[in-house]
Antibody, heavy 123, light 106 residues
Framework: QVQLQESGPGLVKPSQTLSLACTVS??????????WSWIRQHPGKGLEWIGF???????YYNPSLKSRTTISVDTSKNQFSLKLSSVTAADTAVYFC???????????????WGQGTLVTVSS | SYVLTQPPSVSVAPGKTARMTCGGN??????VHWYQQKPGQAPILVMY???DRPSGIPERFSGSNSGNTATLTISRVEAGDEADYYC?????????FGGGTKLTVL
């Protein structure tokens, strides 16, 4: 059974870079067949996709966040990571990582999720 | 840009049928997925590719999609079905979620 676990600072100062990692267990990321996503949820609000990555390093980003987002993968650690730069209070959210099935420019969905981690942006 | 519209809330008595809609321009031409999220928990996939149930999801859950509306139907609703439900599609080279529907079991 695939399991995902987010980790990283729970508090980030405005204008700094938010950095999170997602550790995958139960399946090597390098085995392919799935993409690996970051999704966030503002307090009391709905879900917002940030982007996803394939083990090869190929990435897709939400156009609204693309300029500030970098997703990377470390197959040796079976991890993938999120960096979101120049954060403001509007980036305060619960950040989820998720395993993703992606069919080129047709469909994508998330079949396994991490528990989520709250990141607060505040000085 | 493409928009998914969900009613904010749906209420149903136990044992009855709940229907949660997801509206979008010609959504019937898209592949729709649905998630259930209970308070303080991560979402879980309850329907994919419109009408396919992941393993472990009861047969009471079903999905349909036609025209401008996709629907997640829960038959014989139980108290444990109370949650937020989100529809999701791929559109404009991006993942889009609906705003979510809170299902209340009376």
């Amino acid at each position: 059974q695939v399991q995902l676990q987010e980790s990283g600072p729970g508090l980030v100062k405005p204008s700094q870079t938010l950095s999170l990692a997602c550790t995958v267990s139960g399946r090597p990321i390098s085995s392919g067949g799935h993409y690996w996503s970051w999704i966030r949820q503002h307090p009391g609000k709905g879900l917002e996709w940030i982007g996803f990555i394939y083990y090869s390093g190929s990435t897709y980003y939400n156009p609204s966040l693309k300029s500030r987002t970098t997703i990377s993968v470390d197959t040796s650690k079976n991890q993938f990571s999120l960096k979101l730069s120049s954060v403001t209070a509007a980036d305060t959210a619960v950040y989820f990582c998720a395993r993703t099935l992606y069919y080129y420019d047709t469909s994508a969905y998330f079949d396994h999720w991490g528990q989520g981690t709250l990141v607060t942006v505040s000085s | 840009s493409y928009v998914l519209t969900q009613p904010p809330s749906v209420s149903v008595a136990p044992g009855k049928t709940a229907r949660m809609t997801c509206g979008g321009n010609n959504i019937g031409s898209k592949t729709v997925h649905w998630y259930q999220q209970k308070p303080g928990q991560a979402p879980i996939l309850v329907m994919y590719n419109g009408a396919d149930r992941p393993s472990g999801i009861p047969e009471r859950f079903s999905g349909s999609n036609s025209g401008n509306t996709a629907t997640l139907t829960i038959s014989r609703v139980e108290a444990g079905d109370e949650a937020d439900y989100y529809c999701q599609v791929w559109a404009s080279s991006s993942v889009l979620f609906g705003g979510g529907t809170k299902l209340t079991v009376l």
